[in-house]
């Protein structure tokens, strides 16, 4: 699957050069990158993105600072230089790509306020669907930043074909400082989308996949505008033993895969494990429609029965009856991993909660203004003035 990514915003472009790290350490170079934001040093903090293709925008208005939390701010910005976005994406290549992926945090200003922008230019000027990786302000972090991430989901959802969400309320991490909890849920969204770019990937010489699935698969998965989240789950594989002096001392029992275990029933609870666990957005799974299964790993741990009774499994759990799945085998790991997107999914938590605050917000923001309207006119009562007609 390649991607033509942007990264809109503080979050947004640390969660894409993160991306393009990973991609580069495992020799894949179908990623194109686009860095793009309202503070320069956002963007002077990128390590991976080349410098020519970091986009600074809105220098007239904020001069390099950023928007801080006005999103409307951010999708002036974005729309009044459009065309700077859009020649940049246009300069960098768009011809061998399958889609576009715009990452971004929802709650701030610069990412959340542009993404929307960007994503209707996108969907209106390229026949290549375009995707979006939304990350969520966790409950605490304020009213504001849940408003804005409610406007811009709202506003981001009649563009893009897709909307990944990822809470960041979700994704607590003991003992960890908020920055240190992002970098961690950053690795999170990278390893994902990893999986997600290995489909219809050519695989590495001298390797067949037990069932190939390319991007058109994951393109039908993902089609119809809905909201997805993505889970994820691995599975050490066993080191060869080592015959030493020791060799007989059992060591610290880990959960592994040997030669000898059923192949196909552990790539069948792999799977099981990723729908079940820690999703990029708590859901229902019930309320999926479509459901899409990538199991990567060196190709003697893949099973094509594993996949196939996983994928029954699955059609069992979702609302739809739409289950692909595939695998890919790679020697460049040391683990199995399953990946199961949940596409259009209705039953979410989080987006109801967002969806009753932004809704209380603007019922406030309209008491407010009648209140306001209300006493003007009182002040004009009190002066007992003829109206002019
Ligand atoms: P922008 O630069 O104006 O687009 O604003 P940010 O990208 O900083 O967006 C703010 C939102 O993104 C807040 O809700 C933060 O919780 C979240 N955020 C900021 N940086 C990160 C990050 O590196 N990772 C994650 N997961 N979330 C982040």
Same mark, same amino acid.
């Given at each position: ?19 393009? +790290? ?40 904020? $001069? ?31 011809? +061998? ?14 990412? #959340?306020?542009?993404?929307? &922008? ?16 939304? &990350? ?35 994704? %607590? ?13 950053? +690795? ?54 080592? #015959? ?7 060591? $610290? ?18 799977? %099981? ?50 289950? %692909? ?6 020697? %460049? ?17 989080? &987006? ?7 809704? +209380?917000?603007?019922?406030? &923001? ?24």
């Amino acid at each position: 699957m390649r991607f033509f990514a942007i990264g809109f915003g503080q979050a947004g472009g640390k969660i894409l050069d993160l991306f393009v +790290e990973n991609e580069k350490l495992r020799g894949s170079d179908t990623l194109k990158a686009i860095a793009i934001n309202t503070a320069r040093t956002d963007l002077m903090g990128l390590r991976h993105i080349p410098p020519k293709n970091r986009i600074l925008i809105g220098q007239t208005t904020v $001069k390099g600072h950023g928007v801080g939390t006005d999103n409307k701010l951010g999708a002036k910005i974005a729309q009044e230089e459009i065309d700077t976005v859009l020649n940049a994406i246009d300069e960098l290549g768009t011809h +061998e790509i399958d889609a576009f992926l715009i990452i971004s945090g929802l709650g701030g200003g610069t990412g #959340s306020g542009g993404s929307p &922008v960007l994503a209707k230019y996108l969907s209106e000027m390229y026949s290549e669907p375009v995707y979006a990786v939304g &990350v969520l302000p966790a409950p605490k972090e304020g009213k504001l930043y849940s408003l804005n991430a409610a406007r811009s989901m709202v506003t981001l959802m009649r563009y893009v074909d897709n909307l990944i969400l990822v809470d960041n309320g979700a994704w %607590r991490f003991e003992g960890l400082s908020l920055k240190e909890s992002y970098a961690k849920i950053n +690795e999170e969204i990278v390893r994902r989308l990893a999986v997600l770019a290995r489909a219809g990937e050519p695989v590495e010489e001298g390797m067949v996949g037990e069932m190939v699935v390319d991007s058109s698969e994951v393109i039908n998965t993902l089609k119809g505008g809905g909201i997805s989240s993505i889970g994820y789950a691995t599975l050490p594989i066993a080191e060869k033993k080592k #015959s030493g002096l020791f060799g007989f001392i059992k060591k $610290k029992s880990t959960p592994v895969v040997t030669a000898e275990e059923d192949k196909s029933t552990k790539i069948a609870t792999l799977v %099981r494990k990723a729908a079940l666990g820690r999703l990029t957005i708590p859901c229902n799974i019930g309320s999926a429609e479509r459901a899409l299964v990538l199991v990567a790993g060196p190709p003697e741990q893949l099973d094509r029965k594993g996949l196939e009774k996983a994928k029954l499994w699955l059609e069992e759990q979702i609302s739809g009856v739409e289950v %692909r799945a595939g695998d890919y085998p790679t020697r %460049r790991t040391r683990y199995i991993a399953a990946l199961v997107v949940l596409a259009n999914v209705t039953e979410i938590p989080r &987006v109801k909660q967002l969806q009753k605050l932004a809704s +209380e917000a603007k019922e406030e &923001v309209e008491i407010a203004e009648k209140e306001r309207i209300d006493k003007t006119i009182a002040l004009f009562e009190e002066e007992d003035l003829e109206p002019l007609f």
